[in-house]
């Protein structure tokens, strides 16, 4: 955090050392002291204490409660005020705002104290929240822009069906681009609200038994007007029975997604691949393809809400589908990976465990 003139915060109502504490302290060590007195006197009969060494130690403790105050004052405020007053106005700018705040801790190198510790960790809490308004501004000008396509196809097919002089030819054109458009606008809002409520844990992943490999069969076979469309080699290598406790329809949408982004990017008379292997433990299940494959740069934010690797096919989706698999995957104890080469082809593997919700 830049250097600023130093500004005080009104809320700021109490000092550590007061009068009080003053008084305090002289009260304490001239008892302390008469104590002292009362101890000596017991032990030396006959002496009278003259009144003016009583004012002598009144004034002589009246100065060290002044300096133990002021020092301890001073170490306060230098350890601990200073160093909260300057984390109060780096809160106080995100309060406002700011994500670009970076509060400096006090020691540097090995030696560290808990101050310092709350310094780093007030640190990455602001570097994650500017990370998640960039998301989230990233997030609403994704869905403002794939809103906008299909609106404007809609649209304008609209006011061209309007024209008298169609033919009928014409007119069932636009009226199937019409119903695509509203398809794939349907669509997407189906993927937003569903992606909205994983992430807010709306859908809360009710765990029970029951045959992954009879679910991951239902939906290939599903698939399989598409794979034939496009002539493509479509292999199985899963067992017979696989019991796993999870919730069946959050898996669902993992392996809908993974197969058809595998046909989709797999050209006529491809392969794709998927394989189901576990042990006591775990269940891991594969989906590979010999499609276009993904760039290193890709693979860094191919789960990332709207994403789209591959722009020439950015029409056949709307960069949902792995970024609500992810998210689904998380909520079933899961997790995916991804590994790819341009050109050769991508295989997505998840893993799951067995027991997860049991």
């Known amino acids: 955090m830049k250097n600023k003139k130093r500004v005080t915060d009104r809320r700021v109502t109490i000092s550590h050392i007061s009068w009080k504490a003053f008084i305090a302290t002289f009260v304490v060590l001239c008892l302390l002291s008469a104590l002292q007195a009362v101890l000596f ?55 406002d705002g700011d994500f670009s705040v970076w509060a400096e801790p006090i020691h540097k190198g090995d030696k560290k104290d808990y101050l310092d ?16 308004e960039t998301l989230q501004n990233d997030f609403i000008a994704s869905v403002s822009h794939e809103f906008k396509t299909p609106l404007a196809i809609i649209q ?41 409520k994983l992430e807010s844990q709306e859908i809360v992943a009710g765990a029970e038994p029951y045959d992954l490999c009879r679910q991951l069969c239902d939906c290939a076979l599903s698939f399989e007007p598409i794979w034939e469309e496009k002539n493509i080699n479509f292999g199985v290598e899963i067992k017979e029975q696989a019991i796993i406790h999870a919730d069946e329809s959050l898996l669902e949408i993992v392996w809908n997604n993974l197969i058809s982004n595998a046909l989709k990017f797999t050209d006529p ?43 020439s096919r950015s029409q ?16 079933s104890d899961g997790t995916i990976s991804v590994m790819s080469s341009l050109g050769t082809g991508t295989t997505f593997t998840v893993c799951l465990n067995r027991k997860f919700g049991n």
């Open 156 to 196: 304008s097919y609209t006011l061209m069906l309007q024209k008298d002089d169609l033919s009928p030819e014409e007119r069932k054109e636009y009226s199937d681009t019409l119903v695509l458009a509203s398809q794939k606008l349907s669509v997407l809002v189906a993927n937003i609200l569903k992606l909205n």
């Open 117 to 132: 510790a709350m310094f780093e960790d007030f640190n990455k809490m602001v570097a994650q929240l500017g990370k998640i």
């Open 269 to 311: 008379n491809g392969t794709v691949m998927l394989k189901q292997y576990s042990d006591n433990d775990t269940v891991t299940v594969s989906v590979s393809d010999t499609g276009c494959g993904i760039s290193d740069e890709a693979i860094e934010r191919i789960f990332d809400k709207f994403y789209q690797g591959d722009t």
């Open 316 to 331: 056949e989706g709307n960069g949902l589908g792995l970024a609500l698999s992810l998210r689904a995957a998380q909520l």
């Open 41 to 95: 006197s017991s032990l030396m009969y006959g002496i009278n204490v003259p009144i003016q060494y009583v004012i002598f130690m009144m004034l002589y403790w009246a100065v060290i409660s002044f300096l133990f105050c002021f020092i301890t004052k001073h170490q306060i405020s230098n350890k601990y005020d200073e160093p909260m007053r300057r984390l109060s106005e780096a809160a106080g700018q995100v309060a």
